[in-house]
């Protein structure tokens, strides 16, 4: 095994079913560098830890909102960098970090939207069949 601690890995199709994605989506956010195993069996198969699954968490609240692959990598980029970044790296990285909150905030702000047209589209019907 190429990382240690096998009780703590789970194996792709564990974490396919814990995160509700198909295992063709995880080895995709592999191959593109959005989100790679903690490790490999000996056999080759990728190994995820409870880290990578708080990490896809964020990818898939970012999803909704319509954020790009590469728009994700960043966010993920900049979070990651913020651990160990200090003075004027640390405050630049919180500069884009605060653009990304506004990305998601104007983002929420079109998906609340929607959900306000839906739900007078639903209103309308609803009022034509009790007529």
Same mark, same amino acid.
Request: glycine content about 10%; overall charge neutral.
């Given at each position: !095994? =190429?990382?240690?601690?096998? +009780? +703590? !890995?789970?194996?792709? &199709?564990?974490? %396919?079913?814990?995160? @509700? #994605? +198909?295992?063709? =989506? ?12 903690? @490790?490999?069996?000996?056999? &080759?198969?990728?190994?995820? =830890? ?17 954020? +790009?692959?590469? /728009? !994700?990598?960043? #966010? ?9 970044? =200090? @003075? %004027? ?12 909150? /506004?990305? @998601?905030? %104007?983002?929420? %702000?079109? #998906?609340?939207?929607? #959900?306000? !047209? ?14």
């Amino acid at each position: !095994m =190429t990382t240690a601690g096998r +009780s +703590s !890995m789970m194996q792709i &199709g564990r974490f %396919a079913e814990r995160t @509700g #994605v +198909s295992i063709h =989506t995880l080895r995709h956010y592999d191959e593109v560098g959005l989100l790679r195993p903690s @490790g490999r069996s000996d056999g &080759g198969f990728r190994l995820y =830890t409870e880290d990578d699954l708080e990490r896809f968490l964020v990818i898939r609240r970012m999803k909704p909102l319509g954020f +790009s692959l590469e /728009e !994700m990598r960043q #966010v993920l980029d900049v979070v990651d960098a913020l651990d160990g970044a =200090t @003075g %004027a790296e640390r405050e630049e990285l919180r500069s884009r970090l605060d653009g990304f909150i /506004e990305a @998601g905030r %104007a983002r929420r %702000a079109k #998906v609340l939207e929607q #959900v306000a !047209m839906a739900d007078e589209f639903i209103g309308l019907l609803e009022q034509r069949r009790s007529s």
